[in-house]
Protein backbone atom coordinates (compact mmCIF):
# COMPACT_ATOMS: atom_id res chain seq x y z
CA UNK A 1 0.00 0.00 0.00
CA UNK A 2 0.84 3.35 -0.56
CA UNK A 3 0.41 6.44 2.06
CA UNK A 4 -2.65 8.48 1.20
CA UNK A 5 -2.10 12.39 1.82
CA UNK A 6 -4.50 14.78 1.48
CA UNK A 7 -1.78 18.07 2.14
CA UNK A 8 -0.08 18.67 -1.56
CA UNK A 9 -1.60 15.74 -3.40
CA UNK A 10 -1.63 11.82 -3.30
CA UNK A 11 1.21 9.76 -2.65
CA UNK A 12 0.91 6.69 -3.88
CA UNK A 13 0.35 3.41 -2.06
CA UNK A 14 4.11 1.81 -1.91
CA UNK A 15 3.82 -2.23 -2.26
CA UNK A 16 4.34 -3.88 1.68
CA UNK A 17 6.92 -6.42 -0.20
CA UNK A 18 8.39 -6.49 -4.00
CA UNK A 19 5.60 -8.29 -6.19
CA UNK A 20 5.84 -10.25 -8.46
CA UNK A 21 3.24 -9.46 -11.76
CA UNK A 22 0.95 -6.80 -12.01
CA UNK A 23 -3.02 -6.37 -11.32
CA UNK A 24 -5.75 -9.04 -13.05
CA UNK A 25 -6.89 -8.16 -16.55
CA UNK A 26 -10.13 -8.11 -15.11
CA UNK A 27 -9.29 -5.61 -12.47
CA UNK A 28 -7.55 -3.62 -14.56
CA UNK A 29 -10.40 -3.36 -16.97
CA UNK A 30 -13.07 -2.55 -14.51
CA UNK A 31 -11.15 0.22 -12.43
CA UNK A 32 -9.80 1.92 -15.89
CA UNK A 33 -12.77 1.17 -18.30
CA UNK A 34 -15.77 -0.11 -16.42
CA UNK A 35 -17.05 3.94 -15.41
CA UNK A 36 -16.06 7.09 -17.49
CA UNK A 37 -16.47 10.63 -17.74
CA UNK A 38 -19.26 9.87 -19.98
CA UNK A 39 -21.13 7.69 -16.92
CA UNK A 40 -21.47 10.92 -14.72
CA UNK A 41 -21.37 14.29 -17.00
CA UNK A 42 -24.52 16.08 -17.34
CA UNK A 43 -25.63 17.70 -20.52
CA UNK A 44 -24.09 21.40 -21.25
CA UNK A 45 -26.88 23.50 -21.48
CA UNK A 46 -25.88 26.58 -23.79
CA UNK A 47 -26.62 29.59 -25.66
CA UNK A 48 -25.89 31.91 -28.68
CA UNK A 49 -23.10 34.32 -28.19
CA UNK A 50 -25.75 37.33 -28.99
CA UNK A 51 -28.09 36.39 -26.69
CA UNK A 52 -28.29 39.29 -23.84
CA UNK A 53 -26.73 38.78 -20.36
CA UNK A 54 -29.52 39.29 -18.71
CA UNK A 55 -31.72 36.69 -20.62
CA UNK A 56 -29.49 33.88 -20.03
CA UNK A 57 -29.34 34.80 -16.91
CA UNK A 58 -32.37 34.90 -15.72
CA UNK A 59 -32.85 31.35 -17.55
CA UNK A 60 -29.91 30.00 -15.68
CA UNK A 61 -31.86 31.17 -12.14
CA UNK A 62 -35.25 29.53 -13.59
CA UNK A 63 -32.78 26.09 -14.19
CA UNK A 64 -30.62 26.73 -11.41
CA UNK A 65 -27.61 26.36 -13.29
CA UNK A 66 -24.12 27.90 -12.01
CA UNK A 67 -22.72 27.57 -15.88
CA UNK A 68 -23.70 27.58 -19.26
CA UNK A 69 -22.00 27.29 -22.58
CA UNK A 70 -21.96 29.67 -25.25
CA UNK A 71 -22.18 28.90 -28.88
CA UNK A 72 -20.29 31.10 -31.62
CA UNK A 73 -21.35 29.72 -34.92
CA UNK A 74 -23.23 27.15 -33.82
CA UNK A 75 -20.32 25.47 -31.93
CA UNK A 76 -19.68 25.58 -27.41
CA UNK A 77 -16.67 27.80 -28.12
CA UNK A 78 -16.56 29.05 -23.95
CA UNK A 79 -18.38 29.29 -21.40
CA UNK A 80 -19.96 31.63 -18.09
CA UNK A 81 -20.74 31.78 -15.26
CA UNK A 82 -24.09 33.00 -13.76
CA UNK A 83 -22.75 35.42 -11.13
CA UNK A 84 -20.95 37.48 -14.46
CA UNK A 85 -24.31 37.93 -16.43
CA UNK A 86 -25.59 41.36 -15.33
CA UNK A 87 -25.01 43.23 -18.70
CA UNK A 88 -24.54 43.34 -21.96
CA UNK A 89 -24.39 39.87 -24.72
CA UNK A 90 -22.88 36.50 -23.81
CA UNK A 91 -20.33 36.94 -25.60
CA UNK A 92 -18.92 39.62 -23.18
CA UNK A 93 -18.47 37.33 -20.50
CA UNK A 94 -16.92 34.49 -22.22
CA UNK A 95 -14.75 32.36 -20.86
CA UNK A 96 -11.92 29.83 -21.79
CA UNK A 97 -11.62 25.97 -22.03
CA UNK A 98 -8.04 25.03 -20.70
CA UNK A 99 -6.59 21.84 -20.93
CA UNK A 100 -6.68 20.99 -17.10
CA UNK A 101 -10.91 21.85 -16.66
CA UNK A 102 -11.31 19.36 -19.88
CA UNK A 103 -11.99 15.46 -20.41
CA UNK A 104 -12.58 13.07 -22.83
CA UNK A 105 -16.32 11.69 -22.71
CA UNK A 106 -14.20 8.07 -22.56
CA UNK A 107 -12.07 9.58 -19.77
CA UNK A 108 -11.44 7.12 -16.74
CA UNK A 109 -12.79 8.12 -12.90
CA UNK A 110 -9.73 8.47 -11.74
CA UNK A 111 -8.90 11.20 -14.63
CA UNK A 112 -12.00 13.22 -13.54
CA UNK A 113 -11.52 12.63 -10.14
CA UNK A 114 -8.04 13.75 -9.92
CA UNK A 115 -9.56 16.83 -11.69
CA UNK A 116 -12.06 17.71 -9.68
CA UNK A 117 -9.48 17.76 -7.11
CA UNK A 118 -7.95 21.32 -8.35
CA UNK A 119 -11.09 22.46 -10.04
CA UNK A 120 -14.54 22.85 -9.20
CA UNK A 121 -15.71 21.80 -12.35
CA UNK A 122 -14.15 19.39 -15.47
CA UNK A 123 -16.35 19.79 -18.74
CA UNK A 124 -16.48 17.00 -21.17
CA UNK A 125 -15.95 16.70 -24.99
CA UNK A 126 -17.60 14.41 -26.97
CA UNK A 127 -18.17 14.43 -30.87
CA UNK A 128 -15.55 17.21 -30.90
CA UNK A 129 -17.14 19.54 -28.32
CA UNK A 130 -17.60 20.09 -25.26
CA UNK A 131 -21.17 19.02 -24.25
CA UNK A 132 -21.00 18.18 -20.91
CA UNK A 133 -20.39 18.74 -17.27
CA UNK A 134 -19.22 17.55 -14.13
CA UNK A 135 -19.58 19.12 -11.20
CA UNK A 136 -17.69 17.70 -7.71
CA UNK A 137 -21.64 17.12 -6.98
CA UNK A 138 -21.83 14.21 -9.48
CA UNK A 139 -19.55 12.38 -7.42
CA UNK A 140 -22.14 11.22 -4.88
CA UNK A 141 -23.57 9.28 -8.56
CA UNK A 142 -24.11 5.41 -8.31
CA UNK A 143 -20.97 5.11 -10.66
CA UNK A 144 -18.78 6.69 -8.46
CA UNK A 145 -19.58 5.29 -5.21
CA UNK A 146 -19.41 1.51 -6.71
CA UNK A 147 -15.93 2.25 -8.13
CA UNK A 148 -15.13 4.14 -5.01
CA UNK A 149 -16.51 0.96 -2.46
CA UNK A 150 -14.52 -1.12 -4.86
CA UNK A 151 -10.55 0.48 -4.43
CA UNK A 152 -11.14 0.46 -0.76
CA UNK A 153 -12.44 -3.12 -0.72
CA UNK A 154 -9.38 -4.21 -2.44
CA UNK A 155 -7.05 -1.98 0.18
CA UNK A 156 -9.06 -4.11 3.30
CA UNK A 157 -8.50 -7.13 1.60
CA UNK A 158 -4.73 -6.05 1.16
CA UNK A 159 -4.47 -4.80 5.17
CA UNK A 160 -6.21 -8.24 5.81
CA UNK A 161 -3.63 -10.45 3.68
CA UNK A 162 -0.29 -8.30 5.35
CA UNK A 163 -2.08 -9.08 8.75
CA UNK A 164 -2.27 -12.88 8.07
CA UNK A 165 1.46 -13.11 6.20
CA UNK A 166 2.92 -10.99 9.46
CA UNK A 167 1.11 -12.10 12.54
CA UNK A 168 0.38 -15.83 11.67
CA UNK A 169 -2.30 -17.30 14.29
CA UNK A 170 -3.17 -15.43 17.43
CA UNK A 171 -0.23 -13.31 17.52
CA UNK A 172 -1.98 -10.05 16.82
CA UNK A 173 -4.93 -10.30 19.68
CA UNK A 174 -2.78 -8.48 22.23
CA UNK A 175 -2.26 -5.61 19.52
CA UNK A 176 -5.76 -4.23 20.18
CA UNK A 177 -7.85 -3.70 22.68
CA UNK A 178 -9.81 -6.53 24.67
CA UNK A 179 -13.02 -4.51 23.86
CA UNK A 180 -12.36 -5.14 20.19
CA UNK A 181 -10.82 -8.39 20.40
CA UNK A 182 -14.31 -9.61 21.54
CA UNK A 183 -16.16 -7.70 19.18
CA UNK A 184 -14.56 -9.63 16.43
CA UNK A 185 -14.68 -12.88 18.13
CA UNK A 186 -18.65 -12.54 18.81
CA UNK A 187 -18.94 -11.68 15.07
CA UNK A 188 -16.55 -14.56 14.08
CA UNK A 189 -19.09 -17.01 15.97
CA UNK A 190 -22.33 -15.59 14.33
CA UNK A 191 -20.87 -15.70 11.08
CA UNK A 192 -19.30 -19.46 11.82
CA UNK A 193 -23.34 -20.25 13.13
CA UNK A 194 -24.52 -19.12 9.44
CA UNK A 195 -21.34 -21.87 7.96
CA UNK A 196 -19.11 -19.22 6.87
CA UNK A 197 -16.22 -20.18 6.74
CA UNK A 198 -14.23 -17.39 7.84
CA UNK A 199 -10.94 -16.57 10.21
CA UNK A 200 -11.01 -14.43 13.10
CA UNK A 201 -8.89 -11.80 11.30
CA UNK A 202 -11.65 -11.27 9.04
CA UNK A 203 -14.20 -9.75 10.98
CA UNK A 204 -12.17 -7.26 12.72
CA UNK A 205 -12.86 -3.77 11.56
CA UNK A 206 -11.08 -2.10 8.62
CA UNK A 207 -9.71 0.61 11.64
CA UNK A 208 -8.69 -2.59 13.91
CA UNK A 209 -6.85 -3.98 11.06
CA UNK A 210 -4.58 -0.66 10.02
CA UNK A 211 -4.67 -0.30 13.49
CA UNK A 212 -2.23 -3.61 14.36
CA UNK A 213 -0.27 -3.35 10.74
CA UNK A 214 0.73 0.40 11.96
CA UNK A 215 1.78 -0.91 15.16
CA UNK A 216 4.63 -2.43 13.46
CA UNK A 217 7.38 0.02 12.25
CA UNK A 218 8.66 -1.83 9.34
CA UNK A 219 5.53 -2.40 8.47
CA UNK A 220 4.07 1.51 8.37
CA UNK A 221 7.55 2.60 6.72
CA UNK A 222 7.13 -0.22 3.78
CA UNK A 223 3.68 1.35 3.23
CA UNK A 224 5.19 4.58 3.02
CA UNK A 225 3.63 6.08 6.34
CA UNK A 226 6.52 8.09 7.80
CA UNK A 227 4.76 8.22 10.84
CA UNK A 228 2.49 5.98 13.08
CA UNK A 229 0.14 9.06 13.40
CA UNK A 230 -0.58 9.93 9.42
CA UNK A 231 -0.98 6.02 8.55
CA UNK A 232 -3.88 6.57 11.77
CA UNK A 233 -5.60 9.45 10.15
CA UNK A 234 -5.57 7.87 6.47
CA UNK A 235 -6.88 4.55 7.58
CA UNK A 236 -9.69 6.67 9.82
CA UNK A 237 -10.35 8.62 6.76
CA UNK A 238 -10.33 5.53 4.57
CA UNK A 239 -13.04 3.89 7.24
CA UNK A 240 -15.49 6.83 7.24
CA UNK A 241 -15.22 7.37 3.57
CA UNK A 242 -16.23 3.24 3.51
CA UNK A 243 -18.66 3.65 6.18
CA UNK A 244 -20.20 6.67 3.83
CA UNK A 245 -20.47 4.92 0.46
CA UNK A 246 -21.84 1.81 2.71
CA UNK A 247 -24.67 3.50 4.14
CA UNK A 248 -25.40 6.26 1.29
CA UNK A 249 -24.16 9.01 3.30
CA UNK A 250 -22.44 12.37 1.57
CA UNK A 251 -19.15 11.73 0.42
CA UNK A 252 -18.27 14.76 -0.45
CA UNK A 253 -18.22 17.21 2.14
CA UNK A 254 -16.21 15.19 4.49
CA UNK A 255 -14.48 13.05 2.07
CA UNK A 256 -12.90 15.06 -1.06
CA UNK A 257 -9.20 14.78 -0.08
CA UNK A 258 -9.42 11.38 0.81
CA UNK A 259 -11.52 10.65 -2.42
CA UNK A 260 -9.01 12.43 -4.86
CA UNK A 261 -5.39 10.45 -2.85
CA UNK A 262 -7.04 7.16 -3.12
CA UNK A 263 -8.18 7.68 -7.11
CA UNK A 264 -4.76 8.94 -7.51
CA UNK A 265 -3.75 6.06 -5.82
CA UNK A 266 -5.21 3.54 -8.11
CA UNK A 267 -3.06 2.00 -10.38
CA UNK A 268 -0.84 0.91 -6.89
CA UNK A 269 -4.12 -0.29 -5.05
CA UNK A 270 -4.81 -2.60 -8.12
CA UNK A 271 -1.05 -4.04 -8.33
CA UNK A 272 -0.65 -4.81 -4.33
CA UNK A 273 -4.16 -6.36 -4.10
CA UNK A 274 -4.12 -9.01 -7.26
CA UNK A 275 -1.26 -10.61 -6.33
Not at 198 to 222: N, T
Given at each position: ???????????????????????????????????????????MV???????????????????????????????????????????????????????????????????????????????????????????????????????????????????????????????????????????????????????????????????????????????????????????????????LR?????????????????????????????????
Amino acid sequence: MHALTTNGGPDQIRPCEEKQGGPTLQLHRFFKTGFTAADIAEPMVSWDSSTTAETVGKQMDILDFDVAGIRIGGAVSGWCSREDLKDGRCIDHLRSFFDSSVVSAVAPLSDVISRLGCEPRVFVIAFGAVGGIITRADLQKAPVRMWLFGLVTLVEETFTRILRDRFPGDTWHGMITRARLEAAQRLHEERTRRNEHLDLADCLQFGDKGLILFKDEGIRMEMGFESRTRAKEVVRNLQKLRNNLAHSQDIVAGNLETIVALAGSMDRVLEVSSV
